[in-house]
């Protein structure tokens, strides 16, 4: 694990760190994570930096896409993964604000 971490730069680091915090259930834009990290015009290296996320089960890149809303790439793929992973997350964000209410 150790040879992943130091293979990532420290500008990597503070993308992947930022995208961590994207709520189960939501998405945020590429221009979001750039503006929120001070490199406003820095998006087609956030997208190379979560490319190499080595970490994929615990900061979730996927919840990153394109301004305009569509999905833009995943893992160097388009479309069906990242779709199905965004459209799984929605159900389970819901089914658990559904379970706070119940429970007051």
């Known amino acids: ?14 993308v992947l760190a930022r995208v961590a915090t ?26 190379q930096a979560l490319r190499r996320n080595p970490y994929p089960l615990l900061i979730p890149c996927h919840r990153v896409i394109r301004k305009d809303g569509s999905l833009g790439g995943y893992a160097g793929r ?20 559904k379970i706070k209410k119940d429970l007051g």
């Not at 069906?80 to 929605?90: G, I, P, S, T």
């Open 22 to 47: 994207i709520p189960l259930g939501e998405t945020r834009s590429y221009q979001w994570v750039a503006e929120e990290i001070k490199s406003p015009k820095a998006m087609r290296v956030i997208g």
């Open 78 to 97: 388009y479309g069906k993964r990242k779709a199905q992973l965004l459209a799984a997350e929605r159900e389970i964000a819901a089914e658990i604000i």
């Open 1 to 14: 694990m150790k040879n992943k971490q130091k293979k990532l730069s420290k500008f990597q680091w503070k």
